[in-house]
């Protein structure tokens, strides 16, 4: 059960990604109002963390079974461990990170999408091909 779970969440964090990616590039301006969303308050901080957390999980569990298994169990890391730090910060400096860090990113909207849009990409076929 926490297999099917997993490689569920896997598929979704990859159907995101690319969803992400073709968003940014048909509708760079409704996403870029989304990524300026992030951390606007204390429960989407913490919505998104656990949903990182639980999403690096997945990724740490199916991981063996997927093709770049050490590249997707890194990433799986990554997200764990700062995640977990971010809820070690209060959520509004976060908040000001994202609110000087989102602008610049933006700048850069279409290679945001096209590297969403890959990454996405590899993960749905990473996890569907397996290792």
Known sequence: MISLLAFALVLLAGLYLAGLGVAVLAKPAAASRFLLGFAGSGPL????LVVRILVGLAFVHRAPGMMLSGVFTAFGWVLVVTSAALLLVPWQWHRRFAGRA???ALRFLPLVGICSLLLGGLVLVAALRGG
């Open 45 to 48: 901080h913490y919505l998104e």
């Open 102 to 104: 989102v602008p610049q």
